[in-house]
């Protein structure tokens, strides 16, 4: 079946380490690639998104993406981790061939150790 | 600018009773979208209208569920009558173009 894969269900770190978080997708066709934050007691929103050209993307805070077309991925990172990055953070697609329908995976929980 | 708003932000209710859920987009924005994340799973589309009309309502569970966007403008979901499994987190979008806005979402829970 189509759909999205996060590998980790929580992720515990503490301040200052590095994040990456995986997101592999099953679609075989073209995809536009999204990462949406949703901190505690507020809106899910969009951290970053890859439509086409330079597979190295950056967002907001700090974070990027890297598309690897071959591994149906897009693993999101951070060098260096805040407190205030404690979150929800869901992968998305939206395969061409569904218009604007999102798929989402099931979220990573990131906790932050000050 | 207002975000994307949702009432309530929380419901409790009996099953086999009725519940309606409204959502304000952003002013402008075309597209609604309706999403449900339930007992922690991933969030799934439920259904997009683009004004007033339905473009995709491939991921509504049941005919239990009616949603509606009378004038395009603010939508609403009703579940008649709720079962235990429509717990969960009902969140609305709207979007002008490709970027989807989310509203704060309303928690459902069914007793």
């Known amino acids: 079946a189509q759909s999205v894969s996060q590998h980790n269900h929580h992720v515990i770190l503490s301040e200052a380490a590095s994040l990456e978080l995986g997101c592999n997708y099953s679609y075989g066709g073209t995809v536009n690639l999204f990462w949406y934050v949703q901190y505690p007691g507020q809106h899910l929103q969009l951290l970053l998104k890859y439509f086409s050209g330079d597979p190295l993307v950056k967002g907001i805070k700090g974070f990027e993406a890297e598309f690897i077309k071959s591994k149906f991925s897009f693993n999101l990172r951070k060098p260096s981790v805040q407190w205030s990055d404690t979150a929800e953070y869901f992968c998305?697609?939206?395969?061409?061939?569904?218009?604007?329908?999102?798929?989402f995976g099931s979220g990573t929980r990131l906790s932050i150790r000050p | 600018e207002a975000g994307v708003t949702q009432f309530p932000s929380h419901s409790v209710i009996e099953k086999g009773q009725t519940v309606t859920l409204r959502c304000d987009p952003i002013?402008?924005?075309?597209?609604l979208y309706w999403y449900r994340r339930v007992m922690g799973k991933e969030i799934k589309f439920l259904l997009h209208?683009?004004?007033?009309?339905?473009?995709?309502e491939s991921g509504m569970p049941n005919n239990r569920f009616l949603a509606e966007r009378t004038g395009g403008t603010y939508s609403t979901l009703k579940v008649q009558p709720a079962e235990l499994e429509d717990s969960g987190v009902y969140f609305c979008?709207?979007?002008?173009?490709?970027?989807?806005?989310f509203g704060p979402g309303t928690r459902l829970t069914v007793l």
């Open positions: 209208f683009v004004k007033e009309s339905k473009q995709d």
């Open positions: 979008a709207s979007s002008r173009g490709e970027e989807q806005f």
């Open positions: 998305a697609v939206i395969p061409y061939s569904s218009a604007s329908k999102i798929i």
């Open positions: 002013s402008g924005h075309d597209n």
